[in-house]
């Protein structure tokens, strides 16, 4: 198929500064994704007080709560291509903060919990729009030359709501009870639903295109089912989940082929012509390896905190506190070096540190100091704040304005499929490095403690080698054509 072409000059984003207009629109974009995503982590710590209030006897039962939301995450996000190419931003914020706000109602008042699941499929549905909304705004009102520094308040809503969640949450649950996490929720829903309504513009243009059905049902066993499956493989080995990953596998690769064919006239649901544009490859590739290693590392350390260390669930949140700010504190001033001196710098210093981090953590046992644990993980945070920024930044920068859509929903996409990847990886290579060890131990309490390092340490010897991909990766990128007019397309093809 031909290559893709700019688009004409007058629909460039202009490389003027914003306007202050500008800095209002993304400030409500912001601050309503960060509300959004705050939600999704609150859960984390309210299994067991589910469990006791609505009569839930299974631990695998009541954590549907956090697999419904993530399932409807990597349903709904690889659709928002095609929403945000037909809605406008003020229509798109409406139906995402809509939602979220409905779902948000439903969880405050469920008295059951089939009514929970559904109150959090909306809530997932509505958050599920609003990253790809920002990110497309932001490429939209910023020219390339000042994004890096914008791009960074983004990782504020990625880093830092994620990393409190949890701590803020076992904070109300121990005055409060479940509810009060939807009920404290929902006036912050209205005032950001009102606030948008009041402040936003319209940006872009719209396209009178029609939906793909057939794409559509694709993505529902094909994301659903290989999120669900690698989730699930880990935790639950079966024939049920390995058939859903083998189905969800299959489906995503009939969905790419779809979405190839559709390039040649009419609109795919997600274009796959952005990874035609190799900066946009590079980057992506380099967060998906970062993505693995946190993900995987952000469920490692709290059970090394809980089982070998033995601390609470509070405790363990306030500890991983500290590594969330620090990726929030550092990702402005990381996106105004990224604007001036370049990706490379930044995510090979950044990778670097991952990796020795990770190497550090592979060290960890029972008898470790909690503070140094503390000091490792915040450095493997900060590692972090330099590879997020200037990678997403570094992938989104040389797509022309026709692609915007499509390259945020493609990267929010990657971002859910290789989250579950990491975890699911490396919870499954801990749980092996377990069942090896155990067989040659004597079942007490000594041999049980050395079962769990071996697991763990394992575990963060492989994030260690994700790692050390990613330091490859990020010595490959280049610091100069990085806009759509530098950058180079090639064809995509079946």
């Known amino acids: ?21 500008t800095f209002a629109v993304i400030a409500v974009l912001l601050a309503a994704t960060f509300v959004v995503i705050l939600n999704e982590t609150l859960m984390n710590v309210a299994l067991p007080h589910l469990m ?18 993530m399932l409807t995450m990597s349903v709904v996000i690889p659709t928002t291509g095609f929403l945000l190419a037909r809605l406008s931003t003020r229509q798109a914020f409406t139906l995402a903060m809509g939602l979220f706000t409905a779902g948000t109602v439903v969880c405050a008042a469920a008295q059951s919990f089939p009514v929970l699941i559904l109150g959090r499929v909306v809530q997932a549905s509505g958050t599920a729009v609003m990253m790809p909304l920002l990110m497309t705004t932001i490429l939209q009102l910023v020219p390339p030359a000042r994004r890096g520094a914008v791009m960074g308040n983004v990782s504020i809503a990625i880093s830092v709501a994620p990393a409190i969640g949890p701590a803020l949450s076992g904070l109300i649950l121990q005055h409060f009870p479940w509810r009060a996490l939807f009920i404290m929720m929902l006036p912050i829903a209205v005032v950001m639903l009102c ?14 295109i029609k939906l793909d059905v057939p794409s559509v049902l694709l993505t529902i066993p094909g994301f659903g089912g290989f999120v669900y499956g690698i989730n699930e493989i880990a935790v639950h080995p079966s024939p049920v989940t390995v058939g859903a990953l083998v189905v969800g596998l299959a489906c ?8 190839i064919a559709l390039q040649q006239g009419r609109e795919p649901l997600l274009d796959l012509r952005v ?9 992506l590739a380099l967060m ?4 693995i290693a946190m993900f995987g590392t952000i469920i490692l350390f709290p059970l090394y905190m809980q089982q070998l260390l033995g601390k609470d669930s509070l405790t363990t949140g306030l500890l991983m506190l500290p590594g969330g700010l620090i990726m929030g504190l550092a990702a402005p001033p990381v996106g105004r070096l990224f604007d001036r001196i370049g990706p490379r710098p930044l995510v090979v210093t950044g990778s670097a540190v991952l990796l020795a981090s990770t190497l550090v953590m592979s060290r960890f046992d029972h008898t470790t100091s909690m503070w140094l644990g503390l000091a490792v993980y915040t450095v493997f945070s900060a590692g972090l704040a330099l590879i997020f920024t200037p990678a997403f930044t570094y992938s989104l920068n040389p797509l022309p304005p026709h692609l915007y859509s499509h390259g945020s929903a493609t990267l929010s996409s990657l971002q859910q499929l290789s989250g579950g990847l990491g975890v699911a990886l490396l919870t499954g290579v801990m749980q092996a490095a377990r069942l090896v060890h155990l067989k040659g131990g004597d079942g007490g309490p000594a041999a049980q403690t050395s079962t769990a390092e071996a697991g763990l340490m394992t575990a963060f010897l492989v994030a260690a080698v994700f790692a050390a991909v990613g330091v490859v990766l990020a010595s490959r990128m280049r610091d100069k054509g990085t806009t759509a007019d530098s950058a180079e397309p090639q064809p995509v093809s079946a």
């Not at 990874?275 to 490859?281: G, L, Q, S």
């Not at 998906?288 to 993505?291: K, L, Q, R, V, Y």
């Open 288 to 291: 998906t390896i970062s993505m």
């Open 1 to 21: 198929m031909p290559s893709p072409t700019p688009e004409p000059q007058d629909t460039r984003v202009p490389e003027s500064a914003p306007a202050p207009s």
């Open 252 to 259: 995503i690769a009939a969905f790419c082929r779809r979405q």
């Open 195 to 208: 606030a948008g309504l009041a402040l936003l513009k319209n940006v872009g243009e719209r396209k009178a």
């Open 275 to 283: 990874f035609a544009y190799k900066p946009f490859a590079k980057g």
């Open 52 to 69: 006791t209030s609505l009569h839930i006897a299974e631990v695998s039962t009541v954590q549907w709560v956090a697999t419904a939301f």
